[in-house]
């Protein structure tokens, strides 16, 4: 069982460009030592040339700014938290569309949003779009977030019988999203105001939908490995085994992994040795402290120049 006043957090974060020609996805985390608390925020831009990577960005920093100017007074946060959520959300939406406004080119760009935010062992969440965040306890991987895409509308008809399976699978809008920033208002936002609790052993990951390559059950084997590994090592070993699937159509992946410890115990993380891939390993967690680990982004070879832009929409 977690002792509230005694949790620190092991987080990293990880970025991949795919096989994409531009990187859309942007990820930010913030835990500071000895606080207790923390977020982070992610985005997965939309609109290809149509300046997908500065919309994610515009996301990322307007929401982790609106949070950290907040986090100075924890327990006034947490007790607004669906309100800064929203009053973040809201902001970041407008400069989108401000930024279009003034510049042609830009529009149609957009971005989901998705960002958790901890205090000991309580977690909330704003998200808008299809970007996943799971929780992964005791063997079993959880969505916590909606899923603000045509997908999850047609498997929704497919389970009160309405539309048959194969037509739901080969629909063409599928890979719709259903609500994401652009600038004009946010059809649909999942904010959590009331706090989930965790318990020892849970790891948090939050990803955009480009980690989805893989399937559920595989994200699910990889946290069970390496529960006892850093968060930087877990990060690492998911966007090796993205990299392994060698998919043409591989998108931009971004993520977070979180995991809360008790800050009273001796040793949090076991030894391990470092991970596979050549990005240098973060040292393990230590009493009292928090690791926060930025990975590198990964660069795709031979990344084709063809059908390089995201495919998911506003519709």
């Known amino acids: 069982m977690l002792h509230t006043a005694e949790i620190e957090y092991d987080a990293a974060t990880a970025v991949s460009q795919g096989r994409r020609e531009r990187q859309e ?3 930010a985390a913030d ?4 606080t207790g608390t923390g977020f982070a925020v992610l985005a997965d831009g939309m609109g290809g040339h149509a300046a997908g990577d500065i919309a994610s ?3 990322v920093t ?3 700014s609106e949070l950290k100017l907040q986090a100075g007074d924890p327990a006034a946060l947490e007790q607004a938290i669906g ?3 929203q009053q973040a959300a809201n902001g970041a939406d407008a400069c989108l569309g401000e930024y279009a406004s003034h510049r042609p080119q830009a529009r149609g760009m957009g971005a989901t949003l998705l960002a958790p935010v901890l205090f000991c062992d309580r977690l909330y969440w704003i998200s808008a779009g299809d970007s996943p965040l799971y929780l992964f306890r005791e063997g079993s991987l959880i969505r916590l977030n909606a899923d603000h895409s045509m997908a999850s509308e047609l498997d929704g008809l497919v389970a009160e019988g309405r539309m048959d399976a194969a037509e739901a699978a080969s629909h063409p809008d599928r890979h719709c999203v259903t609500s994401v920033l652009t600038g004009a208002g946010i059809p649909r936002i999942d904010c959590r105001s009331a706090p989930l609790r965790l318990q020892a052993g849970d790891i948090v990951l939050a990803a955009s939908d480009g980690l989805q390559f893989l399937p559920e059950a595989e994200i699910a084997a990889v946290l069970a490995a390496e529960c006892l590994s850093p968060s930087a090592r877990i990060g690492a070993v998911l966007m090796q085994r993205l990299e392994a699937l060698n998919a043409p159509e591989q998108d931009n992946a971004a993520l977070c992994v ?3 410890f008790d800050a009273r115990a001796a040793d949090p993380e076991p030894a391990q040795p470092a991970p596979p891939q050549p990005e240098t390993a973060a040292p393990r967690p230590r009493a009292g402290r928090r690791i926060v680990t930025l990975l ?3 660069t795709w070879r031979s990344a ?3 059908s390089q832009n995201k495919t998911d929409a506003p519709v």
Do not use: M, N, Q, T
Not at 31 to 34: L, M, Q, V, W
């Open 57 to 59: 960005r515009i996301v």
């Open 304 to 306: 084709p120049a063809a």
């Open 25 to 27: 996805d942007a990820v």
């Open 258 to 260: 979180i995991k809360p």
């Open 296 to 298: 590198a982004s990964a």
């Open 62 to 64: 307007e929401v982790f």
């Open 31 to 34: 835990f500071p030592a000895g």
């Open 83 to 85: 309100a800064v959520l």
